[in-house]
Nanobody, 119 residues
Framework: QVQLVESGGGLVQPGGSLTLSCAAS????????LGWYRQAPGKEREFVAQ???????NYADSVKGRFAISRDYTGNPVELQMNALIPEDTAVYYC?????????????WGRGTQVTVSS
């Protein structure tokens, strides 16, 4: 059974930093593209960042220069370092693991961790 478990969320003041981590079990995470999405109240889930199996990252324009995604092949598979946080970053953040093999898509999600940016 595949499980993705996020951690590291919390309350932070504007301008502060948080690091989110995602622990995975039940899959060979090195074969997946790993990413982070977020959903703010009343809004749809949106893409934040992804790091491919190759290690190449990709970011939403809204977080470029402030967030950094990394993957660790020995411990927690993916982390999201969030700096210069603003209130608009407030959302539930979800870890995602996805791969397409022979036309079959495997797509897994965690339950999310709340990030609140407020003074």
């Amino acid at each position: 059974q595949v499980q993705l478990v996020e951690s590291g969320g919390g309350l932070v003041q504007p301008g502060g930093s948080l690091t989110l981590s995602c622990a995975a079990s039940g899959l060979t995470f090195s074969t997946y593209d790993l990413g982070w999405y977020r959903q703010a109240p009343g809004k749809e889930r949106e893409f934040v960042a992804q790091i491919r199996r190759s290690g190449i990252p990709n970011y939403a324009d809204s977080v470029k220069g402030r967030f950094a995604i990394s993957r660790d092949y020995t411990g927690n598979p993916v982390e999201l370092q969030m700096n210069a946080l603003i209130p608009e970053d407030t959302a539930v953040y979800y870890c995602n693991a996805v791969r397409i093999t022979n036309g079959i898509k495997n797509d897994f999600w965690g339950r999310g961790t709340q990030v609140t940016v407020s003074s």
